[in-house]
Structures are given as structure tokens and as C-alpha cells.
């Protein structure tokens, strides 16, 4: 199961573009440190990717926070006008740095996701967006929007993709509460993509929501962490709110949840930062351990931690 050994890191209000959240972290492995990306907000409640520096054996011991976000919003009208959220990263051959990343347009009432492209040339401290356009929206599969990718290349060549995709929308408490699914994709490019009519997590009773997936590969089987909820009163309700889940797939396609094997749960300590809730995790490996980092409370706003697996 997992052993929780405690947040990792909480933006202390200093720094014009972090001043609350580290959302959605993600594991960048350097060779002599671990890089971890995340989403912070700014005075508007905006959110860019930064990231700080950790060690490798004690991911508490923060050894550099960047002072800037590593990828600038987009101009009027564009998907990412009022917000970029790092998703995934994937190295290419030539030594650039693909980013996968969440682009938020604020709507009257509500808000709008899509998937949006960035490349870093300089080792992953800036990104440039690489169209201007995002690569994946609205569209007939994806209803309302498409969000926060889990990218990986297989043996073959073939592209993989899983995500959250967006499919209807309602009122609850006189407030606007999209529902989304997990959904997979296949591409040949890594930018034009062919979407699955199969759900990989589909809705059921509880299930109105899915966080950001965190894909990998064991022994030949697709492997999934991610956070799902209630669509009503998850943001106050403890009962309702994020908690993580674990999925298996032989193709990558068809998934059967095993959320009774996730091995983490939402403290039972009303004094620890993950109490209400528990979500965004990130998978990832380093000398022969296994590593997953989450957020707690409030979607982000009470920093990251870490757990470590142990048999």
C-alpha cells in the first residue's frame, strides 16, 4: 500500500504569478534531482506552470523554486487566455520537451478546457505554445471539452493519449456542474488525434466526475491512477469529494477499475491537508521504488505531498 510522508511543497504567497495552489503535480526526472511541475495561480485566480527542484531520496528537501511560469498565457480570444495548466511531458528525441497542458477560457457562467501543445528547447525551464490553436476541443466526442491529458508512446510507435472529456452540464445549487468521463485516443504525430468511442472511465452513480489521469506500463499492462467525484457539494462535502481510484487495461483501450487496489486514502485527520480530499496524483518510478504525488484540500490550494509504495 501506500505510505504518505507529507506535503512536499505550498506556494507561501511571494511570488506575483504563485501566490495559491500547486495543482496537478507532475514528476520530471533529472539525473541528479527531481523536477516537479505544477499549476500555480495568480491576484486573478489565473493559473501558468512553474515548477521547483527536489532531492531524490527526501522530496521535502525543496533545493530550488523557479521564480516565473515556464509558459505565458494566449491573446485575446485564445483557448488560453485565462489559464494554462501542465499536464504531461514527453521527451523527443532531439532533446526538446513536449508539453501537454490544459488551456482555460472563462466563460459568463461557467468555463471552457482544451488541449494545448507547447515545446521547450531549453531543457524545460520556458515552453512555447506550438500552434496557436489547441491540438484537441469541443467536438462530437467531446461535448463540452477535452482536458488534461496522460500521453505515452508505445513499442510500436503508436501515440497514446488518456484524458477528461467534457459531456453535459447542470445546475446545481443555481450553479453550472459539468460532468466528464475518461476517454482514450490514438495518433500517429502526437498532435493529430483519432478518439476512441469507448470510455475508459465511464459514469455511474458517484462517478460525475475524473481528475487528471496518470498512465504507465507494468508487465505489459496499461496502468491508471486518477481522482473522481460527485458532482453535488463536492466542494464542501468530504463524502463527495475527490478521492483516488486505480484502473488496469491489457490494450489501453477497455479498462476494468480495481479502485479497492489504489492503496491511499483521505485522511481521517480533520487537521490534515488531505482530509476533504485527495486528488491529481502522479505516478512515477526511481531506483527501484514507486512514487505517487497528489493534492489535498481545495483542489491544489494546500500544496502537494508524496507517498511511497510499500509491500
Known amino acids: 500500500m501506500w505510505v504518505k510522508k507529507g506535503v512536499i511543497y505550498k506556494p507561501d504567497g511571494t511570488l506575483p504569478h504563485s501566490l495559491s495552489h500547486a495543482q496537478v503535480p507532475f514528476a520530471y526526472k533529472h539525473e541528479d534531482f527531481l523536477r516537479i511541475y505544477f499549476s500555480s495561480r495568480d491576484k486573478d485566480g489565473q493559473s501558468r506552470p512553474t515548477f521547483i527542484d527536489v532531492d531524490y531520496d527526501d522530496p521535502k528537501k525543496i533545493l530550488y523554486?523557479?521564480?516565473?511560469p515556464i509558459l505565458e498565457?494566449?491573446?485575446?480570444g485564445e483557448y488560453d487566455?485565462?489559464?494554462?495548466?501542465?499536464?504531461?511531458f514527453v521527451n523527443r528525441p532531439n532533446g526538446d520537451i513536449w508539453l501537454y497542458y490544459t488551456g482555460w477560457n472563462r466563460t459568463w457562467n461557467s468555463y471552457r478546457l482544451s488541449m494545448g501543445l507547447?515545446?521547450?528547447?531549453?531543457?524545460g525551464i520556458s515552453f512555447k505554445k506550438m500552434f496557436v490553436g489547441?491540438?484537441?476541443?469541443?467536438?462530437?466526442?467531446?461535448?463540452?471539452?477535452?482536458?488534461?491529458?496522460?500521453?505515452?508512446?508505445?513499442?510500436d510507435g503508436t501515440?497514446?493519449?488518456w484524458y477528461i472529456s467534457g459531456h453535459k452540464c447542470e445546475y446545481i445549487h443555481d450553479y453550472p456542474e459539468p460532468y466528464y468521463r475518461g476517454q482514450s485516443a490514438t495518433s500517429?504525430?502526437?498532435i493529430h488525434w483519432d478518439i476512441s468511442d469507448i470510455p475508459a472511465l465511464d459514469f455511474d452513480d458517484f462517478l460525475h466526475a475524473v481528475g487528471r489521469p496518470s498512465v504507465f506500463k507494468e508487465d505489459g499492462i496499461y496502468k491508471m491512477y486518477y481522482s473522481y467525484r460527485h458532482t453535488r457539494?463536492?466542494?464542501t462535502d468530504r463524502n463527495q469529494s475527490y478521492r483516488l481510484g486505480y484502473a488496469e487495461s491489457v490494450d489501453g483501450t477497455n479498462w476494468e477499475r480495481k479502485d479497492n487496489l489504489v492503496g491511499i486514502a483521505k485522511s481521517e485527520n480533520p487537521e490534515d491537508f488531505d482530509y476533504q480530499m485527495i486528488d491529481y496524483a502522479n505516478f512515477y518510478q526511481h531506483n527501484g521504488k514507486k512514487y505517487l504525488l497528489y493534492n489535498g484540500n481545495g483542489f491544489g490550494a494546500a500544496g502537494f505531498a508524496y507517498a511511497v509504495w510499500e509491500d
Open 81 to 88: 487566455e485565462t489559464g494554462a495548466m501542465p499536464s504531461w
Open 73 to 76: 498565457l494566449g491573446g485575446p
Open 159 to 161: 501515440w497514446r493519449m
Open 65 to 68: 523554486i523557479h521564480d516565473k
Open 188 to 190: 500517429k504525430d502526437g
Open 118 to 123: 507547447a515545446v521547450s528547447t531549453d531543457g
Open 233 to 235: 457539494d463536492y466542494r
Open 134 to 155: 489547441p491540438i484537441m476541443d469541443r467536438s462530437i466526442q467531446n461535448p463540452l471539452w477535452a482536458a488534461q491529458p496522460s500521453v505515452m508512446i508505445d513499442e
